[in-house]
């Protein structure tokens, strides 16, 4: 039997300014209107930031920020295409870190070894708890992904490396678009962007980045699900419930899976954290100190200009002048990947010099759980990120002045603002029970996230 092991290590830290954000399904009826009004059990410190958040939010509060329940579908932000159901749900989550889907590696022992679990598995807080993630080729998971290396003894031009830092998949639901530079997704955020979708033909499905991605990943990463896959590894009836309605000689298939696989992503949400427990009411759950630091986040510290709404992250993307990977920070630089492209951000995809070095804005949960920060990971600490936010020395002297963030530099925090701001975005906003959406056991039996030889020795799979 496979334990998984959720031991805490950490992620990105920015704030920058904030185009409209579209709250997305949520509705206050009065009952609730009137007690996040009256707010019982409040402290003066609690009625004091729940009057920072209705300034924040146009005047809705608390609920505003507030996380639906992962099982309650019709407040989960979907593609319209891709309607969330049940049958896709357990069955998106089976092939997440189903082990068995790694049937098309390039190096023949490493078959059925690794999963898309491998690099966003949730001991890392569905991040990879690496600089850089590795599916085929990585060996050895050590209790919260942070063992996994490349095996020794496969070439190099054989290894399957992220070029960048491998984000959360948290939260997804609330975004349009995927990866840093934001490429993937065929709606919305990139309207008008049709001119550089070449390689990317997935755009022009017409579904959003979390399904896009979900689709390309599985070529990207070696990934093989089709009709012998799900005979042999019994996925079949998962597959009639999920797909009723579509022929079953289409049924099998690639873009199937990856739907399924996007409507369990879409319901990994940190619901749990103190924070969320807080905007409900539960003003307990946070200390005066993460109090203190949720009122810095919400006011002097400005991080709400971007961090905001439900998953705390709204659709645009900021300069920082972080690092990236590269030789002369001991990161494993891919030779068949355009670096400059990858370095510019979505300037990097859009070819539009004012988005040169510009990311997409992460959400901040869990970010204690996976080590690194910044798309180039040259951070290991959320109080490292802040710091730097906060005195405005850029690491990459090639970002122009012009397109860094405004708030770079500008906000002037004290030591004891930091302190407290660090408290509240490591434990109030840290989900302690995201092994909940990982599943028990797998169809086919493997280990998982991993099921190479040293893997299933730390994860204890029999």
Same mark, same amino acid.
């Given at each position: 039997m496979k334990? =998984?092991?959720?031991i805490p290590i950490i992620f990105i830290l920015i704030s920058c300014n904030n185009d409209d954000?579209? @709250?997305?399904? $949520?509705? !206050?009826?009065q009952d609730q209107k009137s007690f996040f009004k009256k707010a019982p059990g409040a402290t003066g410190l609690d009625k004091q930031l729940l009057n920072d958040l209705e300034n924040v939010s146009n005047g809705i509060g608390a609920p505003y920020f507030i996380l639906p329940d992962s099982e309650q579908y019709s407040s989960i932000p979907q593609d319209p295409l891709n309607l969330i159901t049940v049958e896709k749900v357990e069955l998106g989550k089976l092939l997440f870190h189903e082990t068995a889907t790694g049937g098309n590696p390039k190096t023949s022992s490493n078959l059925f070894t690794y999963s898309c679990a491998s690099c966003h598995h949730a001991a890392a807080g569905f991040s990879s708890g690496l600089r850089q993630g590795i599916g085929e080729t990585g060996v050895g998971f050590g209790m919260s992904g942070e063992g996994r290396i490349i095996n020794s003894s496969i070439p190099l031009d054989s290894v399957d490396i992220q070029p960048i830092r491998s984000p959360t998949v948290l939260n997804v639901a609330y975004q349009d678009i995927m990866l840093w530079n934001g490429q993937f997704g065929g709606t919305g955020t990139n309207e008008g962007t049709? &001119? #550089?979708? %070449? %390689? =990317? &033909?997935e755009n022009f499905l017409g579904f959003q980045g979390v399904e896009v991605q979900a689709i390309k990943g599985q070529g990207v990463h070696r990934l093989l699900i089709d009709d012998a896959f799900v005979t042999t590894f019994q996925y079949k009836q998962m597959f009639d419930n999920a797909f009723p309605d579509i022929p079953e000689t289409e049924r099998? +298939?690639? !873009? #199937?899976a990856a739907l399924a696989i996007a409507?369990?992503?879409? $319901? =990994? @949400? /940190?619901n749990q954290s103190p924070w969320q427990k807080w905007l409900k009411g539960e003003y307990n759950m946070l200390t005066k100190e993460e109090k203190r630091g949720a009122k810095i986040f919400f006011g002097k510290g400005k991080c709400y200009e971007c961090h905001t709404g439900p998953a705390l992250n709204d659709k645009n993307f900021y300069a920082f002048g972080m690092g990236d990977f590269d030789n002369s920070n001991q990161a494993f630089v891919l030779q068949d990947v355009n670096f400059d492209n990858v370095k510019k951000g979505r300037g990097g995809?859009?070819?539009? $010099?004012e988005d040169n070095y510009?990311?997409?804005? /992460? $959400?901040?949960? #869990?970010? !204690?759980n996976n080590g690194f920060y910044g798309h180039g990971g040259t951070f290991t600490s959320v109080k490292e990120v802040i710091e730097y936010k906060n005195e405005g020395i850029p690491q990459n002297t090639e970002v122009p002045t012009d397109n860094l &963030? +405004?708030?770079? %530099?500008? =906000?002037?925090?004290?030591?004891k603002e930091i302190d407290n701001l660090t408290l509240f975005i490591e434990n109030g906003l840290k989900d302690p029970n995201l092994i909940r959406y990982a599943p028990i056991a797998l169809n086919s039996g493997n280990c998982f996230p991993n099921n190479d030889n040293i893997s299933r020795i730390d994860l204890g799979c029999n």
């Open positions: 334990k =998984i092991y959720f954000y579209i @709250l997305l399904n $949520t509705e !206050v009826d049709e &001119a #550089n979708w %070449g %390689g =990317i &033909a099998y +298939s690639t !873009v #199937n409507a369990y992503e879409r $319901t =990994i @949400l /940190p995809f859009t070819k539009v $010099t510009k990311f997409k804005t /992460p $959400t901040l949960y #869990n970010l !204690v &963030a +405004s708030q770079f %530099g500008n =906000i002037n925090l004290t030591k």
